[in-house]
């Protein structure tokens, strides 16, 4: 394995800390596509764990390498653009996964479940819930960020998508998304709509008119969050800078509901708890990544193009690999 960051001394730390003597490090900058060519160069397959906005010039670094390539989503604008390299990537017999994280990536895969669990007529709405709260984390004033600040900044200021008569239409951020009942840990939590990958392609994929994201913050979270609302891009690298890692202890929970046009609907639950000594927030993303390279090194990943997770991966497939790193799954039908 190796790993890559612009931080070539971080990124050596990681290695010697968590892989066992199985990576080595390297400094790089994704920016730079055909510089990041050459050291994609006899590597199979690139998982981009980097800031979103650098997933084109990865992918094309890929497409002059030979590498496979899979990231943790576009925020919407971005897998547009991904998307448009498809052809590219086949002619090139590679296989780039859009958004192979935990949201999107395992709820896509979920919306598969649930879709096909509707036996009886056509999918007419899909709901992504999403929601994570860290029990043991201290009150040290602290910002302590489930994924990326900036990512999660962009979430609360972009205007999100939903589909509505199967049209994409943006709405105000920060629009109030109701209470909704997680189940343990969480329980009945307030939401908001986010920007999301997923409402980039829900639509073609499932033929659904009806789609939407909502994410539950901790509410002294989403206040500290709301602050850096129009911040300039200092305050928000220096928050950034500040920032703690979630605790052991983080839970983090995904609920994909569909309905049919006939009001049947099917709702499937992702729990992820603390495995390997990290919160649930961070395996709920990283392991759907991982797993998705041990699925394309086992030939299972046949699909080459550009696709995202819910057109290129067998749920079933993936959801046994998760079930082995701390995420258990239920399904219930309605109707």
Not at 18 to 28: D, L, M, P
Not at 61 to 85: H, S
Not at 156 to 183: C, H, K, M, Y
């Amino acid at each position: 394995m190796l790993l890559l960051d612009l931080d070539a001394e971080r990124a050596a730390a990681v290695a010697e800390a968590q892989s066992g003597g199985k990576a080595v490090a390297r400094s790089a900058d994704a920016r730079d596509v055909a510089g990041f060519a050459g050291v994609l160069g006899g590597i199979d397959v690139l998982v981009n764990t980097a800031s979103y906005r650098v997933n084109l010039e990865a992918m094309r670094a890929c497409l002059e390498a030979g590498c496979n390539y899979l990231d943790l989503g576009g925020l919407y604008w971005m897998t547009q653009r991904e998307l448009e390299l498809a052809g590219r990537f086949e002619q090139a017999g590679l296989v780039a996964v859009l958004g192979i994280g935990s949201s999107p990536g395992k709820t896509n895969l979920m919306a598969t479940r649930t879709v096909a669990a509707l036996d009886r007529g056509a999918v007419e709405s899909i709901e992504v819930m999403a929601g994570g709260r860290d029990p043991a984390a201290p009150d040290d004033g602290r910002l302590r960020p489930p994924y990326a600040l900036q990512t999660l900044i962009d979430e609360l200021t972009l205007s999100p998508v939903v589909l509505r008569d199967g049209q994409p239409i943006e709405i105000e951020p920060l629009t109030p998304g109701g209470t909704v009942d997680f189940g343990e840990p969480i329980g009945a939590a307030e939401t908001i709509y986010t920007l999301h990958s997923e409402l980039a392609t829900f639509g073609e994929s499932f033929g659904c008119a009806q789609a939407s994201f909502r994410l539950s913050l901790a509410p002294a979270l989403l206040a500290r969050l709301r602050e850096l609302v129009g911040a300039d891009a200092d305050a928000v690298a220096a928050a950034a800078r500040d920032a703690a890692s979630p605790s052991s202890e983080t839970v983090s929970v995904h609920m994909v509901r569909a309905t049919s046009a006939s009001g049947r609907n099917a709702t499937m639950r992702a729990v992820s708890v603390p495995h390997f000594g990290l919160g649930g927030s961070i395996v709920s993303t990283a392991a759907p990544a991982a797993a998705a390279v041990r699925l394309l090194a086992r030939g299972l990943l046949q699909r080459r193009g550009v696709h995202p997770p819910e057109r290129c991966i067998d749920p079933a497939e993936m959801f046994a690999e998760l079930e082995t790193r701390g995420c258990s799954f239920s399904l219930a039908v309605e109707g």
